[in-house]
């Protein structure tokens, strides 16, 4: 189905972020968190939306899977990780600030005016600052519906399909193409990479772009002041048995 | 002088409690005018349960046909629309709000905090990154339009017995047409919301196996508990990944955590550490879960959780 003129392209869009693993240790300054030397992966919910961008293809309803990030010199690993998933291309903004969730998104939208995506694919969230706005701020300054927290994504020629994980239950919008979907855990699970793969992401086309050319940084607004360890848990009691467990249990009010 | 404005969260005609919560924040800005506005299709009863909030000033009930269901990209301007005089606009950090207010501070080009904890001034608030594992404070400049999303766990909901004045508004923003809402299936049977569930107990890879899960459901039914799972036993496929709980997964605030079978890997640690009571039952004294637990015991789960649902069973008769 891909013709020269029209590829239906997704581009996914991800972030490189502290691993889910790591327990992440706050600077006793309060100036941040301490990043030397941590292990830095593509952000979990980003995978899902690359595993999810490369099922639409191999089901044959795109024909191509972009991968972007915006991030300092050594993203380029992360991309190459997204390639070695099975992405074509990838696109590297090369950062070195790290930019708000607005900027961020004024930045993806020069990417998509430039590679004119029938879909958008993201996390619903990066682990690192929790922020959960780019994927939706994407979309609004796109003028273009969105669909949060998939579960579930159906593709046609003009619509796209999402069940989303809402509080209330799973929801079912109907949306026009192009879209931004943005991804919740249930969605997929991410494939694993074999080393032939690895191999031959090393000569997939990885373009970098200065921020400067596609719109810069923006001002900063929020200005992070302080960063504090969170009040830290006390060691409870022992009970040494079903009876003492029960007993406490009750005693708290709690059965 | 601050201004708030809050965006209702509601459903099947009612007021969810969230609303109440965000009034309970904006209430940390002395003085603040704190106004909430309904979104909802014509006729709805909502926003005279608004007006009902203590602390309230009044209430826009912003009557529209596309109301009817929630759609982000269909509120967001019209919330634009009323938004203007206000220096602070707020919506729930719930699905709702998540969904919904990044769209309206991106058409007002005004900068989000999300999941907001505690509000220290009109310009100085405090919000958690990395699932809580670090608490951030954020500062804006004066004169700054600030959109945010309030932690809901972090704010208890005001009273009612408020009566404001409810003010009906029907917008004049055009609205899209690029969404349709097709169904929403509730969430699963009887058993309370992983999410919003006061007792939760969630089993772990020691289960061993998704029908060993049943311990865990008769458990969770006789006291009333949602059941959630660590990462470990749903990548063993013992649970459905919905019921998933820690960083990459639910992030949970329960007034009481059982642990079951759960070493506590630092990502499952990150989703409960808000819990109020966090019980640990494990057969391995050293794990990183009784460091965290109120209440610990080393044991065999599957003679422990019998024995404590026959004692449950006893107590109440």
């Known amino acids: ?255 | 002088m601050s201004s708030v404005l809050i965006v209702a969260e509601h459903a099947g005609g009612k007021l969810n409690a969230s609303t109440a919560k965000c009034v309970k924040a904006a209430t940390s800005l002395a003085g603040a005018e704190i106004v909430v506005a309904v979104f909802s299709a014509p006729g709805s009863p909502v926003a005279a349960q608004a007006a009902q909030l203590a602390g309230v000033a009044r209430v826009l009930d912003v009557a529209h046909a596309a109301n009817e269901h929630q759609l982000a990209a269909t509120l967001a301007p019209q919330v634009v629309e009323v938004s203007e005089p206000f220096s602070h606009v707020f919506g729930p950090s719930t699905t709702f709000g998540k969904d919904l207010m990044p769209r309206v501070a991106a058409l007002l080009d005004a900068p989000q905090l999300s999941d907001v904890m505690s509000i220290e001034s009109g310009t100085r608030f405090r919000r958690p990154i990395y699932a809580g594992n670090a608490i951030t404070t954020v500062e804006v400049a004066a004169g700054t339009k600030v959109v945010a999303t309030i932690r809901t766990a972090s704010f208890e909901a005001v009273a009612s017995g408020g009566a404001a004045k409810v003010e009906t508004i029907t917008p004049k923003a055009a609205l899209p047409t690029h969404t349709k809402f097709v169904n929403l299936a509730a969430a699963g049977g009887d058993r309370p919301d992983l999410q919003s569930a006061s007792k939760v107990i969630s089993g772990g890879r020691a289960l061993a196996s998704s029908d060993a899960f049943k311990l865990i459901y008769g458990l969770a039914d006789k006291i009333g508990a949602a059941v959630g799972a660590s990462r470990a036993a749903v990548d063993a496929g013992y649970a459905p990944n919905d019921m998933q709980v820690g960083q990459t997964g639910k992030i949970i605030a329960p007034e009481l955590y059982i642990a079951i079978g759960i070493s506590g890997a630092i990502q499952h640690l990150t989703g409960i550490k808000d819990a109020r009571t966090i019980v640990a039952i494990n057969k391995d004294a050293e794990a990183p879960i009784f460091e965290v637990a109120d209440i610990g015991i080393v044991g065999d789960l599957f003679t422990i959780v019998p024995e404590l649902e026959k004692l449950i069973d006893a107590s109440r008769k």
């Not at chain 1, 830095?40 to 293809?57: C, Q, T």
């Not at chain 1, 089901?59 to 190459?80: H, K, N, S, Y």
């Not at chain 1, 929790?130 to 593709?155: C, H, I, V, Y």
Request: proline content about 5%; aromatic content about 2%.
């Open chain 1, 1 to 255: 189905m891909e013709t020269a003129q029209n590829p239906r392209r997704i581009l996914v869009a991800i972030k490189r972020v502290v691993d889910y693993n790591v327990r992440i240790r706050v600077k006793p300054d309060g100036s941040g968190v301490m990043l030397d030397g941590v292990k830095l992966s593509i952000n979990p919910f980003d995978a899902i939306a690359i595993e999810e961008a490369l099922r639409i293809k191999e089901r044959g309803r795109a024909d191509e899977v972009v991968v972007a990030t915006i991030g300092p010199a050594d993203c380029q690993v992360t991309l190459r990780n997204a390639l070695s998933m099975g992405a074509q291309r990838a696109l590297h903004v090369v950062a070195d600030t790290v930019l708000e969730p607005l900027a961020a998104a004024r930045v993806l939208l020069k990417l998509v005016e430039r590679e004119q995506p029938v879909l958008v694919i993201l996390g619903k969230q990066a682990i690192d600052d929790d922020n959960n706005q780019t994927g939706q701020m994407l979309a609004t300054l796109w003028d273009r519906p969105q669909a949060t927290f998939a579960s579930k994504l159906e593709l046609t020629d003009t619509t796209a399909k999402v069940t989303r994980e809402v509080d209330a239950g799973l929801e079912t919008l109907e949306v026009d193409l192009p879209a931004v979907v943005t991804t919740d855990l249930r969605l997929n699970e991410p494939r694993f990479v074999k080393l032939p793969e690895i191999m031959k992401a090393k000569t997939k086309p990885l373009t970098s772009i200065p921020l400067a050319e596609v719109g810069g940084a923006g001002t900063a607004r929020v200005k992070v002041t302080k960063t504090e360890a969170p009040p830290g848990r006390q060691r409870g009691i022992m009970v040494k048995d079903t009876s003492e467990l029960f007993a406490e249990l009750h005693k708290r009010g709690l059965v």
